[in-house]
């Protein structure tokens, strides 16, 4: 059984760092990608950054220049570096492992960690 599992969140000023970590057990798909997407109340979910199995990454345009994803291949680990904060990142961050498991396509999604940025 597949497990994702995100920690890191909490509560930090504007203008700080924090980074989230991401790690999953289980795995026996072939993933093609991994991400990191967030959920503001009362706002839909949202992409924020996503890293392929090729290396090739994707970040939302409101994060660029601020956050930054990185894997390690070993343990299937995600990471999300969020620098310079301000406090439209608060949200529940969730970190999202996509694949295959042979032709089925599946995602698997942690259940969230809280970053809320104040003023």
């Known amino acids: 059984q597949v497990q994702v599992a995100e920690s890191g969140g909490g509560l930090v000023q504007a203008g700080g760092s924090l980074t989230l970590s991401c790690s999953a057990s289980?795995?026996?798909?072939?993933?093609?990608?991994m991400g990191w997407h967030r959920q503001a109340p009362g706002k839909e979910r949202e992409m924020v950054a996503i890293?392929?199995?090729?290396?090739?990454?994707n970040y939302a345009e409101s994060v660029k220049g601020r956050f930054t994803i990185s894997r390690d291949n070993v343990d299937n680990a995600l990471y999300l570096r969020m620098n310079s904060l301000e406090p439209g990142d608060t949200a529940v961050y969730y970190c999202?492992?996509?694949?295959?498991?042979?032709?089925?396509?599946?995602?698997?999604w942690g259940q969230g960690t809280q970053v809320i940025v104040s003023t």
């Open positions: 890293i392929n199995s090729g290396g090739g990454i």
């Open positions: 999202n492992y996509m694949g295959y498991e042979g032709t089925r396509r599946v995602d698997y």
């Open positions: 289980g795995i026996t798909f072939r993933t093609i990608a």
